[in-house]
């Protein structure tokens, strides 16, 4: 892929899931990887396994001194940023009705403000890549098609992901005539561990699913007939990344086996 030799990017939540898979595609493209993730005896792990130029930070995304402590290395390491990969996020279910304010108020702080952060912060970077040569600067934000469409007993994690959504649109325009683009990438039911701490899913009557059911349940709403796989949106969010995007900004990626479009 043009365009990606010797960049550096910078992927949060990166220990699993969707930030694995895109840190693996970026690795394979010659990128120097910056993987976060609040997780740091897991990161550790999984990044003794990958080849390339790969380094591993504990990152509370939450919190504006780990960002600090995140692009601080940056600069130090290798002088400015290329890439920039928000994709670290919770995803909390409940009923609407009896929602607590602190659910909607977790998932902002993770998945709203460390965006705002973690884009605000990289920009002096992504200027220095841009001043020393660079064609453009990217940052990708993980989003949901639950940003778009509604579902049932996720309307605090809807209403994140829809913010999200509204974020990127409006950086992008600020920053079109900076040279960094901003996108937006919105993945469907994936298998994930985004979703490892819902309560057991449950029938119309309130019984117990079986992981086997929960699955086809999902699967039974998607037109593809499968369930979403890190991998198949990993080298989405790499595109973007490159030059060969060089004139998307602003915009939306769907990843969701047609979920959305019936």
Not at 1 to 28: D, F, R
Request: with cysteine; aromatic share 6%; proline share 3%.
């Amino acid at each position: 892929m043009q365009g990606l030799n010797g960049k550096t990017a910078v992927v949060t939540g990166a220990a699993s899931g969707i930030g694995l898979a895109a840190s693996k595609v970026l690795l394979s493209y010659g990128v120097n990887v910056v993987m976060t993730d609040i997780n740091e005896p897991a990161l550790k792990e999984v990044a003794q396994t990958l080849h390339g130029n790969v380094s591993t930070l504990e990152h509370d995304v939450s919190r504006q001194e780990d960002w600090m402590t995140v692009f601080e290395f940056v600069k130090a390491t290798f002088g400015s940023l290329d890439i920039l990969v928000n994709n670290a996020g919770i995803m909390m279910c409940g009923a609407f009705e009896n929602a607590s304010v602190d659910v909607l108020r977790k998932q902002y702080s993770i998945n709203v403000e460390s965006v705002f952060m973690g884009m605000q912060g990289a920009i002096p970077l992504m200027k220095l890549a841009i001043s020393a040569g660079a064609q453009s600067c990217s940052i990708v934000n993980i989003a949901s098609i639950y940003g778009m469409v509604g579902g049932a007993e996720f309307a605090a994690y809807s209403a994140t992901k829809g913010a999200v959504r509204a974020m990127s649109k409006a950086v992008a325009n600020e920053l079109s005539k900076t040279g960094i683009r901003v996108n937006c990438v919105l993945p469907g039911p994936a298998a994930t561990n985004l979703s490892a701490s819902w309560e057991p899913p449950r029938d119309s009557s309130g019984n117990l699913l079986s992981p086997e059911e929960a699955l086809q349940t999902w699967v039974n709403l998607i037109p593809l007939g499968r369930i979403g796989q890190a991998e198949d949106i990993g080298p989405v969010i790499a595109f973007l990344c490159s030059d060969m995007a060089g004139f998307a900004t602003g915009a939306e990626f769907v990843i969701d086996g047609g979920y959305t479009a019936v």
